[in-house]
């Protein structure tokens, strides 16, 4: 049986090299053996040799891998899942390891009637993950109403996820009320359709650091220290609605801008 291709990362630094390294996650299924693992095999493509070549050991996960976009930061790419923990994999050493989720905090009432991975999961709902001016962050909702957030950021030497931002849209929701269908009803798949957080965005000194939501028909600039809002810029309507979404991007669409001057591979 072929391989299936899982996700792909760009690991690309232009201020050490113009040459990169793509890293690839592939599967192919267990044999029958009682085994409920799915065992992948990391891939790595050098700019430099214009070549594949197998990295490392087949690894078995207990869960399917289900992360999106991979995320450089530090040297490594990371992938994350919600529900489980975040890879790892230091491109230079070739290195896979798995690192924590934050400590999200789950009511007790919760536990007891969903069970722990089921709370944790519903506690943590992952909004958004990237990268900014070297720094790794993690957006997650604080309330069953998505209304109110935490922004986690990881310690360099990977020693810990801390809290770097809290954010409360009570105030945008007031401006843009189209964006509060259904925002109080946890059950209604319509509530996670109708904004998304596409980047965390840091300053140089880290001046006026922001984050970058979409609402329907609308890019919207919110500044995490003074808790003010601009627009950004208007979608065309024509274009907006897509499978019955008033959203067309989410963070894995979005991508940072870099400017240099060195030939890309």
Not at 92 to 98: A, K, N, R
Not at 122 to 147: A, M, P, Q, T, Y
Request: aromatic content about 12%; charged content about 20%.
């Amino acid at each position: 049986m072929s391989r299936v291709i899982h996700r792909i990362g760009l690991a690309y630094d232009p201020a050490k090299s113009s040459h990169f390294k793509i890293v690839c996650i592939c599967s192919d299924p267990l044999e029958e053996n009682g085994n409920a693992g799915v065992s992948y095999q990391i891939e790595v493509y050098s700019s430099q040799t214009a070549s594949w070549r197998l990295s490392g050991l087949p690894f078995v996960l207990p869960y399917n891998l289900k992360h999106k976009v991979g995320v450089f930061w530090n040297g490594a790419l990371h992938w994350i899942d919600p529900f489980y923990s975040c890879l790892c994999f230091k491109v230079d050493e070739e290195q896979l390891q798995e690192m924590p989720m934050p400590p999200f905090q789950v009511p007790s009432n919760s536990i007891e009637r969903l069970g722990m991975m089921v709370a944790e999961a519903l506690g943590r709902i992952v909004v958004c993950f990237g990268e900014s001016r070297e720094h790794l962050h993690i957006v997650v909702n604080n309330d069953r109403c998505r209304k109110k957030f935490n922004v986690y950021e990881m310690k360099r030497d990977y020693s810990g996820w801390f809290v770097k931002y809290h954010v409360d849209l009570d105030a945008l929701i007031d401006a843009f009320p189209e964006i509060d269908a259904s925002l109080d009803d946890f059950q209604q798949p319509s509530a996670y359709n109708e904004y998304s957080i596409l980047g965390i965005i840091r300053e140089a000194n880290d001046e006026e650091p922001y984050m970058v939501l979409h609402i329907p028909g609308k890019a919207i600039r919110y500044n995490l220290n003074d808790k003010t809002f601009t627009k950004i810029c208007d979608f065309d309507p024509g274009h907006e609605v897509i499978n019955g979404s008033q959203l067309k991007f989410e963070w894995s669409h979005a991508y940072h801008y870099m400017e240099t001057l060195a030939p890309f591979g």
